[in-house]
């Protein structure tokens, strides 16, 4: 995800003492919301004015935010995105609450939504029932006799469950032709967050890899296996998965969408695995027709192979057992719901408490029936004025763009007329889509709640196929309205800012341009610098994978972007762990352009002449702390030894402070002095 997401940015600054489980403990109980809580998005209250702004700028900026905000006890990390997503669920909450209210008056619309919610929140029904909504499917993983069977059995899973077993089936556009969508087989199966963690011999590795273990033996316990017979098929479980890991791509690997690229025909991906017969598994996803795929990882897919002709029939069906086992604990009785938590959040990510129910419920009818909550979110806190707003603030920063594409010194007017091109072709997606998505093929019922989850995945699942070899729809959002975050997609070519995002305290209409535009602003521009990073701007105007510069001008993006490589690698994310900044170079990249641009833009903007200072700070200040004051959070030392192997994104403080001293409109708002931590002798620049 290329925004700044809370969801998906789960990088933060770490602060040593901040978060104790007393002070969440000693909170009062969470209330549904009937309005959405108001916060400026300039607050005076979350700085530290005792720090020099020169030395260290994200504390100068956040530190009294930090001191009231402690990591919640159901939280991995707490920032203001995180903070802001709450609240919308608390407001979606009350929305629930009423919907789910069978003798409430109710669109058809609005009953999905309140029976879904109704169905997850019956805990009564949900023990009662157990592991019992797994019973048929496990006893067709316990009924397969031999590997005949098997694709047959991996589609079901595929489809109706949360389940990536063995490898992922999915639709994509195609990368050198954007215009068309076909299959993608892609590497997966995996229990651990990522490849390299199954591999590294550090003490905390090998640690975590036993604790994996113990967690596969207790969910098969669960479901019916004795400690003898859990406790040897996890050490085979492990060993399966470990030798899938060792074929799949590295994280950065998959940054090179090259790498990703290998379009073949039904008879090379047979060739590729002649132990899996592909043609029964399309049968069984109801895509028999498929004749094109894009197959993401080859050496996935030959490993896998090798593990179906070598691996016992035992393993593969504990493997399996576990896998689907593993994808629906969540949805299940207590015992499941706790296990799974004990280990993926707990143990992964520092996490001391579970969520509340009601939350859990809130995020499940945004991910599976995320329009229909949508309409309910937007019609009540999206205005026409509002997306009127946005869309100028969006046209000034894209103006900026413009701007600063044609004043580039190092790049050929050829490369330069093409980036033009492809800025101008960008589509800019505010608050909600132009058309609702349909759900009335769901069958949903108050008193199945697993059941529920498996009929809205397969409806998903079957939606997403379905588009193979039907025009593209442009028009499609990856994000729900009421998502806090928002993200850029090459393909597409867009940006896309759900109506959550365009809140207080991230946009606030109420007060004045400058914090809004450092916000805001700063945001936009990041999104559409995404289209020009390292990896985004190996698409052209129409979304397909294509190079469109001369070979002098990418060198010069390259140079210029190995300064924030170099930049970034030097700071440390917590222990002794450095940023991995190769994997975060997108989202750095992104960081810096989208600052730059938004201060061309807030500058260009003619109400910027009448700006006045305001709290104590003039109008260039409040624009940098407006920017900053997006970051403020604090994350668990867990989650950021996660985040450092996975998350694309820098820690929250190199988020501000690595961009700052980068910027000499900040040195002089700020009037500070070479030598200073916040300016940096070689600034990095690229647009």
């Not at 993608?184 to 591999?199: K, V």
């Not at 196929?465 to 959002?477: C, N, V, Y």
């Not at 393909?491 to 914090?515: E, R, T």
């Amino acid at each position: 995800m290329a925004g700044r997401s809370v969801v998906l940015l789960l990088s933060a600054m770490v602060a040593a003492g901040i978060g104790s489980a007393a002070a969440a403990q000693q909170a009062p109980p969470e209330q549904p919301l009937t309005q959405l809580p108001y916060e400026p998005s300039l607050n005076p209250a979350s700085m530290d004015r005792a720090v020099d702004p020169c030395v260290d700028f994200y504390q100068y900026s956040c530190g009294g935010w930090l001191r009231a905000n402690p990591i919640p006890d159901d939280q991995s990390s707490w920032d203001v995105y995180r903070r802001a997503t709450v609240a919308n669920q608390r407001y979606l909450w009350g929305i629930l609450d009423g919907l789910s209210r069978a003798d409430a008056p109710r669109t058809a619309t609005q009953q999905q939504v309140g029976d879904y919610f109704a169905a997850c929140m019956d805990e009564t029904a949900i023990e009662r029932r157990g592991s019992a909504p797994l019973a048929p499917r496990l006893a067709a993983i316990d009924a397969l006799s031999d590997l005949r069977g098997l694709p047959v059995l991996l589609a079901d899973l595929h489809l109706a469950t949360p389940t990536n077993a063995l490898f992922d089936f999915s639709a994509s556009q195609d990368l050198v032709d954007s215009s068309q969508v076909i299959a993608f087989a892609q590497a997966g199966g995996l229990g651990l967050p990522d490849r390299d963690y199954y591999s590294r011999q550090d003490d905390k590795s090998v640690e975590l890899r036993r604790q994996y273990v113990a967690q596969v033996v207790r969910v098969l316990m669960l479901l019916g296996d004795s400690e003898v017979q859990a406790t040897r098929a996890a050490a085979q479980v492990l060993q399966l998965e470990m030798s899938l890991a060792s074929a799949s791509l590295t994280r950065v690997e998959r940054r090179d969408p090259h790498k990703l690229l290998h379009k073949m025909d039904l008879a090379a991906l047979q060739r590729l695995t002649p132990h899996f017969d592909w043609r029964a598994y399309l049968q069984g996803v109801g895509a028999a027709s498929l004749r094109r795929f894009n197959v993401t990882e080859p050496r996935f897919l030959q490993m896998l192979d090798q593990q179906l002709q070598t691996v016992d029939l035992a393993t593969l069906k504990a493997y399996l057992r576990w896998q689907y086992a593993r994808g629906m604990s969540p949805y299940l009785s207590s015992n499941f719901v706790e296990a799974n938590f004990d280990f993926y959040s707990r143990t992964l990510r520092g996490v001391p408490a579970q969520q509340p129910r009601w939350k859990r419920c809130v995020q499940l009818v945004d991910r599976q029936l995320g329009d229909a909550l949508g309409q309910e979110f937007v019609s009540r806190n999206f205005s026409a004025d509002l997306k009127q707003k946005v869309l100028h603030m969006t046209a000034q920063v894209e103006r900026a763009f413009e701007i600063e594409l044609e004043q580039l010194d190092w790049m050929s007017l050829q490369t330069k007329a093409r980036a033009l091109q492809k800025l101008h072709g960008i589509a800019n997606k505010i608050g909600y889509p132009d058309r609702w998505r349909d759900y009335s093929s769901i069958t949903l019922q108050r008193e199945d709640f697993a059941g529920n989850v498996e009929r809205a995945t397969l409806f998903e699942a079957r939606r997403q196929l379905a588009k193979i070899g039907k025009p593209l729809d442009r028009g499609e959002w990856g994000m729900t309205p009421p998502t806090v975050n928002a993200y850029y997609d090459p393909q597409m070519n867009d940006i896309n800012f759900p109506a959550g995002v365009l809140q207080p305290p991230l946009y606030d209409a109420s007060i004045d341009d400058a914090p809004n535009y450092g916000n805001t602003g700063g945001t936009i521009g990041h999104e559409l610098t995404h289209g020009f990073d390292d990896e985004g701007r190996q698409f052209d105007a129409k979304g397909n994978l294509r190079d469109w510069w001369t070979a002098a001008d990418g060198k010069a993006f390259e140079e210029r972007a190995q300064c924030v490589v170099d930049q970034y690698a030097q700071y440390t994310v917590v222990d002794d762990i450095k940023i991995n900044s190769k994997l975060t170079e997108g989202e750095d990249i992104a960081d810096l352009g989208g600052l730059v641009l938004a201060w061309i833009a807030w500058k260009m903007d003619p109400a910027t002449a009448n700006a006045q200072s305001r709290d104590g700070l003039t109008p260039e200040q409040r624009f940098f702390v407006g920017n900053a004051q997006w970051a403020c959070g604090d994350t668990r030392p867990e989650q950021l030894r996660l985040s450092a192997a996975t998350d694309p994104h820098s820690p929250l403080k190199y988020r501000v402070n690595g961009l700052v001293s980068n910027l000499p409109q900040f040195a002089q708002a700020f009037s500070c002095k070479a030598g200073q931590p916040m300016v940096r002798p070689k600034p990095c620049k690229i647009w």
